[in-house]
């Protein structure tokens, strides 16, 4: 049994090292491998890096090394709110941005663009500051405003009242996109998945949001396989359906928002790799969030290789290229999906 559970995480785990490994080796710049290790291991051993060329250096610790980690995380954060999602819902056609996280970041994103804010908020730059904030204040509308009169929020008003915001948000990002003409260009590279800042920073100011919203869903994992036999049954056999619910949304969300401010808008991500994990290694909850945590940052940095390789020295929005794969993905899991199947 511990061998069964053991093996598809060493295995993910092995992959995302490798997608790594793979995107420091390759860009418009090829990297042989021994420079690289020699690189790697520089703040430890530097004498094995006298020899690398200084440019190895710069492009590996200063650009890609860190662009890589930042889709990393981006990646785990969507991968791990999309599975949450989809069990709480029960739909495999549920996604991170469900509860209207994506039109609130943008919203927010925009505003800071298009606005003279302050160059730094909350600790953060002002286009992430901006975008995680009104992308946990967007969750938390929806939230009050699916709550029916006797209290209770159920999954279909949730859902509604995500539609009814997200589609506000939406417009009035395009309006200010229309008024903002000068930054219009830097706002839709946001808004494609084109992450607003590099370099080491943004990883250390997104990893506190990342880590206690992630840590939340895997915990939940047991939770969600409850939820499995709705949620009736779910409360007869104990759990608090409401408090459960809460929970999950506040750290999926909590997680989705910085991934979002930090990455930008990239689509399908949560949607693909949870549905991948539990075509390969069943439904089990308690798997399928961790596993797609770990999946979906493999994924996204293999998107994002393919992103800086496309158009070289240019860099595609990642968000277009898992649109691109995303697309399809979505109308095949749209045909052969069956309701109540997973």
């Known amino acids: 049994m511990a061998r069964r559970w053991l093996f598809p995480f060493a295995l993910n785990l092995a992959l995302l090292l490798l997608a790594l490994l793979w995107s420091l080796l390759w ?15 520089r703040p430890w051993w530097p004498h094995l890096a006298q020899e690398v060329p200084r440019h190895y250096i710069t492009i590996v610790w200063d650009v890609r090394l860190p662009r890589a980690v930042l889709m990393a995380l981006v990646g785990m954060a969507l991968g791990g709110s999309g599975a949450a999602f989809q069990g709480l819902f029960r739909n495999p056609l549920a996604d991170p941005y469900l509860l209207g996280v994506a039109s609130g970041a943008g919203l ?4 800071a663009f298009s606005l003279a804010w302050p160059a730094h908020l909350a600790g953060m730059y002002r286009v992430p500051a901006m975008a995680f904030l009104a992308a946990l204040g967007t969750v938390a509308l929806v939230y009050v405003l699916a709550r029916s009169a006797t209290g209770i929020v159920s999954s279909t008003s949730l859902l509604l009242a995500g539609l009814a915001v997200s589609a506000t948000a939406s417009a009035l990002m395009s309006y200010l996109m229309l008024r903002a003409e000068g930054e219009l260009r830097r706002a839709l590279g946001y808004l494609l998945g084109g992450a607003p800042l590099l370099g080491w920073e943004p990883i250390l100011a997104m990893l506190p949001y990342w880590t206690v919203g992630l840590l939340g869903l895997i915990v939940a994992g047991h939770a969600l396989n ?6 009736e049954q779910a409360h007869n056999l104990g759990l608090d359906v409401a408090k459960v619910r809460l929970g999950i949304i506040a750290a999926a969300s909590l997680s989705t928002a910085a991934a979002v401010a930090f990455g930008g808008i990239i689509g399908f991500i949560g949607l693909m790799v949870p549905h991948a994990v539990r075509l390969l290694w069943g439904a089990d909850y308690r798997r399928v969030v961790p596993l797609s945590i770990l999946l979906g940052g493999t994924s996204l940095v293999m998107f994002d290789w393919v992103a800086r390789m496309a158009l070289r020295p240019r860099v595609l929005p990642v968000g277009v290229v898992t649109s691109l794969v995303g697309g399809p993905f979505f109308l095949w899991v749209l045909r052969h999906h069956r309701p109540g199947v997973q």
Do not use: D, M, Y
Not at 108 to 111: E, K, Q
Not at 226 to 231: A, D, K, N, R, T
């Open 27 to 41: 860009g418009p710049v090829a990297i042989p491998p021994r420079e690289l290790l020699a690189v790697l291991v």
């Open 226 to 231: 409850v939820l499995q036999f709705g949620e």
């Open 108 to 111: 927010g994103a925009v505003l």
